[in-house]
């Protein structure tokens, strides 16, 4: 015959197993230059947040995804794999920006590739989105030194440079 015997299973866990599968390391990251805003995001797109300033406690193993921006500088993303408890540091690269400014005229020319990092080559763009005075028609850009038409090239220094519209008699 059968015997029927009652009873409950009770799992067994290991706490000491348990624990060596789940570690945490601190992770300082910085940048260079210092104040860099940091974003850390999990393999699921979820921002993980600090434990204190830019020192994070994240899973031995696991990789993020790590955000630095800071104005003025090339935003930087990097994949970061945990190994071992570090200060990353990233270097940032400084940005430099092209601006269009209308002169004696109205309108907007946005250049939407500045910023640019130095020694880029930045090609001038035409006078499209500008209302000329009465009576004048776009010409050039003017850097403050030379005239530069539409379709020139230049390359990019270390300052921010202001393009203003040159208008000649229609």
Known sequence: ????????????????????LIEY?????????????VVVKDDENNTVSPESGTTYKLLKGKTYEVSFSLAGYKSETIEYTVNNPETLTVDLIETFTVTYAAGDGTGTVIDTDSPYEDGTEVTVLPGTGLTPPAGKVFTVWNDGTEDLAPEDVFIMGTTAVVLTAVYADA
Do not use: L
Request: no cysteine; aromatic share 6%.
């Open 1 to 20: 015959g059968y015997q029927t015997v009652t009873g409950s299973i009770t799992p067994i866990v290991d706490s000491t197993i348990r624990k060596t």
């Open 25 to 37: 390391i601190e992770v300082e990251f910085a940048s260079d230059p210092s104040g860099a805003a």
